[in-house]
């Protein structure tokens, strides 16, 4: 008898055990913890990486039922998507309609090409230039530049009309820079065009950082007062530099106020004459800077011939039979001009990372 009792018991143990689970496993069915779905408003261009996370959180999860997906899809949509599918009920058979609604809408890889184009056509133009201005029309192209080449857009054949558009987006000190690094008519590229905004960016943010340590002396919180003239005494003090620094560029070629790569009458000299022009001004045989040497000279640009150390306007062909002649000696083939720029460079080469 004792022996039925206990397997009595142990039945009704078993069995309330299996009614636990199934509860439990109901209650996770219909109770789901909250998820953090991103939301889309409607731009074109954010389709794609809405839906993709959307599909990996919720379309594909077989926890949900069709009826809480089309909850969870309503709740993360706003502005002109939810217009698309706000009259259609909760349900579960028009889930699959507020989707097919949603792709006929935003899946367009025609659109999606258009709309980056445009915003690249849109993006603001800088006005003054600074580091923050700079760096927002920068990131803005590159972006839209990125998303058209991942469209599988030809990007590489497109410098001629990148360059235009972005050097229209341009202040007009920073376009006037970029026209006087220009040593050739080569149509430039998008990606020269891309790596001078950035180093623009980059000294813009190191003379402000310089700006910021310079004005910060005296007191750690200083008045309103106080800041405002601050800032507008710096202000006046650094128009005052950028005006004199202006008045006092001369070129060593001409003594004109412009820079020596862009003096016509400096282009016009033979190599040999501008090698002597820098190398007796004591400019820097890279960038023409006064004030260093080639061997620590900072700039990213080198020669766009050879790809050494030195100012394209330096580049000089040696002849092949320049090393046979004997203790430097110049034939009597080679001409005055020709053996005087190989001479000089020569002799530069000894002294100076070309």
């Known amino acids: 008898m004792q022996e039925m009792i206990n397997q009595e018991k ?23 913890p909250p998820i953090e779905i991103p939301k889309f408003e409607g731009n074109i261009q954010e389709w794609n990486s809405f839906f993709d996370l959307y599909k990996a959180m919720v379309h594909n999860n077989d926890h949900y039922s069709l009826a809480q997906k ?6 993360a949509l706003s502005g002109p998507a939810l ?37 690249i056509l849109d993006t603001p133009k800088v006005e003054v230039a ?5 760096q927002k029309l920068h990131s803005c192209v590159s972006t839209h530049i990125a998303a058209l080449e991942s469209l599988c857009q030809p990007i590489e054949h497109w410098d001629a009309w990148l360059v235009t558009i972005i050097l229209r987006k341009l202040d007009h000190a920073t376009s006037h ?30 003379s402000e950082t310089l700006d910021a340590t310079t004005t910060g002396e005296g007191s750690r919180y200083p008045t309103n007062d106080a800041r405002s003239k601050r800032t507008s005494n710096h202000s006046a003090t650094r128009k005052g530099l950028i005006a004199s620094i202006a008045n006092d560029i001369k070129c060593s070629c001409c003594s004109e106020p412009h820079k020596l790569y862009a003096c016509s009458r400096f282009k016009n000299l033979s190599i040999g004459e501008r090698v002597t022009v ?34 394209t306007l330096l580049h000089f062909d040696k002849p092949a039979d320049s090393d046979q002649s004997t203790g430097g000696e110049r034939t009597a083939t080679d001409p005055p001009s020709v053996s005087a720029a190989a001479s000089a460079l ?8 070309f």
């Open 10 to 32: 142990s039945h009704n143990s078993s069995l309330s055990n299996n009614l636990l689970n199934a509860s439990a496993s109901h209650t996770q069915q219909t109770r789901l």
């Open 70 to 75: 089309f909850s969870y899809l309503r709740s």
């Open 83 to 119: 217009d698309i599918i706000k009259g259609i009920p909760i349900t579960e058979v028009n889930y699959e309609v507020a989707i097919r609604k949603l792709e006929q809408r935003y899946d367009n890889k025609s659109l999606v090409i258009q709309s980056h184009i445009r915003a």
């Open 130 to 134: 600074s580091a923050s201005e700079l």
């Open 177 to 206: 820079e970029w026209q006087l690094r220009r040593v050739n008519t080569d149509l430039p590229t998008y990606i020269e065009l891309e790596e001078f905004i950035s180093s623009r960016c980059i000294a813009f943010e190191s």
């Open 278 to 311: 820098v190398r007796d001004s004591k400019l820097c045989f890279n960038c023409f800077s006064p004030t260093h040497m080639a061997t620590v000279c900072k700039s990213i640009y080198g020669c766009r011939i050879c790809r050494r150390r030195h100012n």
């Open 346 to 353: 020569s002799g530069l080469e000894q002294n100076y990372t």
